[in-house]
């Protein structure tokens, strides 16, 4: 089976940095786009920014120019490197590949839907 697993979360303050990073684990060929989203206390599951398998990016207007996205197609990871972090900046983050190419056992090769992470916790002191 494939999972998706997160790490990097945790307290920093204003102006700190954070890094996130989202394995996907199993027998997997390839992935399609990779995202990261996240949620807030009494608000909806909101999108921060995607990446597809070829490199082309998508932010939000609200972390433009403060955070990147990146991948390593090789260690099927995704990565957002958080800059100039605000107290709104506050959720949980979550990960999530659109789509992805793995071997199930007993079952062959086959694609698979809209992974996501368990969500780790991003809080950002004033």
């Known amino acids: 089976q494939v999972q998706l697993v997160e790490s990097g979360g945790g307290l920093v303050q204003a102006e700190g940095s954070l890094r996130l990073s989202c394995a996907a684990s199993?027998?997997?060929?390839?992935?399609?786009?990779m995202g990261w989203y996240r949620q807030a206390p009494g608000k909806q599951r909101e999108l921060v920014a995607t990446?597809?398998?070829?490199?082309?990016?998508n932010y939000a207007d609200s972390v433009k120019g403060r955070f990147t996205i990146t991948r390593d197609n090789a260690k099927n990871t995704v990565y957002l490197q958080m800059n100039s972090l605000k107290p709104e900046d506050t959720a949980v983050y979550y990960c999530n590949a659109d789509r992805i190419f793995y071997r199930q056992l007993g079952f062959g090769n086959r694609w698979g839907y809209d992974y996501w992470g368990q969500g780790t916790q991003v809080t950002v002191s004033s």
């Open positions: 199993g027998t997997i060929f390839s992935i399609n786009a």
């Open positions: 990446i597809t398998s070829g490199g082309s990016t």
